[in-house]
């Protein structure tokens, strides 16, 4: 294995998990950019035409495939999933790829935000809106977003 392979996959989640309405990746609302990375490392890209401040943790370079984290002010304002990354899942099973209705199957009706191209099926618990994102039938992302905010990243 190519030692900067080896070096991103210690770092980014190869197989993240979201904890609703708490982490996606061990990432929590309200971190500092130290502590992101800390966590997940400094090998990220940043979002040039982003209005906030916008780092990728792509498995690969150029390619969009891992996790994004937003700042406001300093601190996570939104994490979420790029593209498609194999083995991210929740605790109780439900994994990105899988057929959308196992959403509802695990977490019920929940309210869908359409994003163009995709939808967010979110649910909002306190401060914090957990979202999965469908594409075509598909399971595609996670994310967490403070409350009010939008899901459409």
């Not at 309200?30 to 990375?37: I, K, L, P, Y």
């Not at 390619?63 to 999933?81: H, I, K, L, N, S």
């Amino acid at each position: 294995m190519h030692a900067l392979t080896l070096a991103l996959s210690l770092l980014l989640p190869q197989h993240g998990v979201l904890v609703a309405g708490k982490s996606l990746g061990g990432v929590r609302l309200g971190m500092t950019t130290a502590q992101v990375q800390a966590l997940w490392g400094t090998r990220y890209g940043r979002c040039r035409g982003c209005a906030q401040t916008t780092w990728y943790y792509n498995y690969r370079r150029f390619r969009p495939e891992g996790a994004a984290v937003r700042f406001r002010r300093g601190r996570v304002d939104a994490v979420w999933t790029l593209w498609l990354p194999p083995g991210w899942h929740t605790p109780d099973g439900l994994r990105l790829g899988q057929n959308a209705l196992e959403v509802n199957v695990h977490y019920g009706a929940l309210v869908s935000v359409p994003c163009g191209s995709y939808r967010a099926l979110i649910r909002t618990s306190g401060p914090v809106t957990t979202s999965y994102y469908v594409y075509g039938l598909r399971l595609w992302g996670f994310s967490l977003t403070r409350a009010g905010s939008t899901p459409c990243l």
